[in-house]
Structures are given as structure tokens and as C-alpha cells.
């Protein structure tokens, strides 16, 4: 608490002591002005930094969110094999129906759970059986994108395949196209996003789909960050990490990983 005090000040002398008021005196402060100066300017610097990573961000997210494909469109040529990753019956469905279609001669399934078995599959896709039976490999070892990007690449090397389709959903698709560019720069990536299960667009009035498309966002970042700095995927231990520090070949799979 600042003490006042209350003093006669003789005409003309000179006090050390700022005046408040008639007769009444405060102690001057004791912080240098450079030093008030410099403290002054780090916390305008600090407050305009945050500003402008906030307006980078938003920015960034909205051409994030606007790049992402709203309807789904055919690929513009045949591949060697079809990619698609787990997480949504659709973009099953959506890859077997390709593969049917002539755009690709292999499918890989990548991230099938352990539990389900390729009958259960099958019997999601009643009409396509017989590529079940011929043209359809299961990878029930990636657990993350991650997993996904090795396994993919273990799979195209595999079978000599210079170009695939990547299915997956239309706001999952940036986020896995980073991480198999980094697992297979070399091979040519054709996405084929999977848009029946939301419409980014209208993040700005359905929370649930803000929520969803952030989250995502940040995902991508932090992937697209991550590639910058480490050589391979397989050999990271940022994707140990991520992966539950379960290593990744060591995985339990409860049938051949192409049959």
C-alpha cells in the first residue's frame, strides 16, 4: 500500500516527490524509465503476437475447411490398387464399388479390427463376393494413420504398384495424404474423399461438425510438422508414441495380411 504524507513545501525548492493535490506528497517511483519502457513494449509485443497467430489460425482453418471436397466425384484415371482406411462403412463400400468398377485390380482394407473376420465383411457387400475371394486384402495391424502409411506402403512394395486411390472421408483425407507422401513419395496418390458423412461447410451453425473439422485441423498440423522432421515413419519414435508404444510389425493379427 502507498503511504501519503503530508508536508510543507518551501516556494521554488525542489522536491524528489511528485505532488497529488494541495500539500500532499506521494514517494516517486523507483522503476527506471527504460525499464517501465521495455516492459511496456514486450507486453504490446506479446499481445499483438497472440492476435496474429489467432487471425493465422482462423485463416488456416477456413482454407482448411473450404478445401475440403463437399460431393464425391469419380477418379479421373485407373490406379494399380485402392487404399481404403477404416473408420466408416461408407468408405468401404465406396472402395469395393471402384474396384468392382474396373478403376484398380487390389483393395487393401487397412485398420480392420482384430475381431472382425472377412465373411462380416463380405456380408456388408453382399453383391461383390467374389472379390472378396480374389482382389481384396485385410491389414489388421495399423492402428492410427500412422499404421496406415506402413502398412500401405508394405502392401503397394509388396505388389509392385506404382499409383493407388486413397479412399477415406473427405475431412480425414488431407491428414492421410501427408502421412503416405511421406511413407511413398515415389508413388502417385489419386484421393477419392468419401463426402456422405458430413458437409464441412456447415461448421459455422452444427457444433458437432466444428468440433469435428478443428479437431481434424489440428491433427493435420501437427502431422504436417511431424513430416517435416523425422526421415521415416516406421523408424519414429513419435509414432511409437502415438501408436500406444505398441510397436507396429509386433502387432497380433488374427488372419495373413494378403490372401
Given at each position: 500500500?502507498?503511504?501519503?504524507?503530508?508536508?510543507?513545501?518551501?516556494?521554488?525548492?525542489?522536491d524528489?516527490?511528485?505532488?497529488?493535490?494541495?500539500?500532499?506528497?506521494?514517494?516517486?517511483?523507483?522503476?527506471?524509465?527504460?525499464?517501465?519502457?521495455?516492459?511496456?513494449?514486450?507486453?504490446?509485443?506479446?499481445?499483438w503476437?497472440?492476435?496474429?497467430?489467432?487471425?493465422?489460425?482462423?485463416?488456416?482453418?477456413?482454407g482448411?475447411?473450404?478445401?475440403?471436397d463437399?460431393?464425391?466425384?469419380?477418379?479421373?484415371?485407373?490406379?494399380?490398387?485402392?487404399?481404403?482406411?477404416?473408420?466408416?462403412?461408407q468408405?468401404i463400400?465406396?472402395?469395393i464399388?471402384?474396384?468392382?468398377?474396373?478403376?484398380?485390380?487390389?483393395?487393401?482394407?487397412?485398420?480392420?479390427?482384430?475381431?472382425?473376420?472377412r465373411?462380416?465383411?463380405?456380408?456388408l457387400?453382399?453383391?461383390?463376393?467374389?472379390l472378396?475371394?480374389?482382389?481384396?486384402?485385410?491389414?489388421?495391424?495399423?492402428?492410427?494413420?500412422?499404421?496406415?502409411?506402413?502398412?500401405?506402403?508394405?502392401?503397394?512394395?509388396?505388389?509392385?504398384?506404382?499409383?493407388?486411390i486413397v479412399v477415406?472421408?473427405?475431412?480425414?483425407m488431407?491428414?492421410?495424404?501427408?502421412?503416405?507422401?511421406?511413407?511413398?513419395?515415389?508413388?502417385?496418390?489419386?484421393?477419392?474423399?468419401?463426402?456422405?458423412?458430413?458437409?464441412?461447410?456447415?461448421?459455422?451453425?452444427?457444433?458437432?461438425?466444428?468440433?469435428?473439422?478443428?479437431?481434424?485441423?489440428?491433427?493435420?498440423?501437427?502431422?504436417?510438422?511431424?513430416?517435416?522432421?523425422e526421415?521415416d515413419?516406421?523408424?519414429s519414435?513419435?509414432?511409437?508414441?502415438?501408436s500406444?508404444?505398441g510397436p507396429?510389425?509386433?502387432?497380433?493379427?488374427a488372419?495373413?495380411?494378403?490372401?
Amino acid at each position: 500500500m502507498t503511504s501519503r504524507t503530508q508536508s510543507w513545501v518551501a516556494p521554488g525548492a525542489v522536491d524528489s516527490t511528485e505532488a497529488v493535490g494541495w500539500g500532499w506528497t506521494m514517494p516517486a517511483s523507483t522503476r527506471h524509465p527504460a525499464e517501465r519502457s521495455l516492459v511496456s513494449r514486450l507486453l504490446t509485443f506479446g499481445f499483438w503476437s497472440f492476435i496474429a497467430a489467432l487471425v493465422i489460425g482462423f485463416l488456416g482453418f477456413l482454407g482448411f475447411v473450404y478445401s475440403l471436397d463437399r460431393f464425391e466425384q469419380p477418379p479421373e484415371t485407373r490406379a494399380d490398387g485402392i487404399v481404403a482406411m477404416t473408420g466408416g462403412a461408407q468408405r468401404i463400400g465406396d472402395a469395393i464399388d471402384l474396384l468392382a468398377k474396373g478403376y484398380a485390380k487390389r483393395l487393401l482394407i487397412s485398420g480392420v479390427n482384430e475381431n472382425t473376420s472377412r465373411d462380416q465383411i463380405a456380408r456388408l457387400n453382399p453383391g461383390q463376393r467374389r472379390l472378396f475371394d480374389c482382389c481384396v486384402d485385410l491389414d489388421y495391424r495399423a492402428r492410427n494413420t500412422i499404421g496406415n502409411a506402413i502398412e500401405t506402403r508394405r502392401w503397394a512394395e509388396a505388389n509392385g504398384f506404382d499409383t493407388i486411390i486413397v479412399v477415406t472421408s473427405n475431412y480425414h483425407m488431407p491428414r492421410t495424404l501427408v502421412e503416405l507422401e511421406h511413407a511413398l513419395p515415389n508413388l502417385q496418390k489419386i484421393p477419392y474423399p468419401v463426402a456422405a458423412t458430413i458437409d464441412p461447410h456447415e461448421w459455422w451453425h452444427k457444433p458437432a461438425v466444428a468440433r469435428l473439422v478443428f479437431t481434424e485441423y489440428l491433427k493435420f498440423l501437427a502431422v504436417w510438422i511431424r513430416t517435416r522432421f523425422e526421415k521415416d515413419p516406421e523408424r519414429s519414435s513419435v509414432a511409437k508414441i502415438i501408436s500406444g508404444g505398441g510397436p507396429i510389425k509386433a502387432q497380433i493379427v488374427a488372419e495373413p495380411l494378403w490372401r
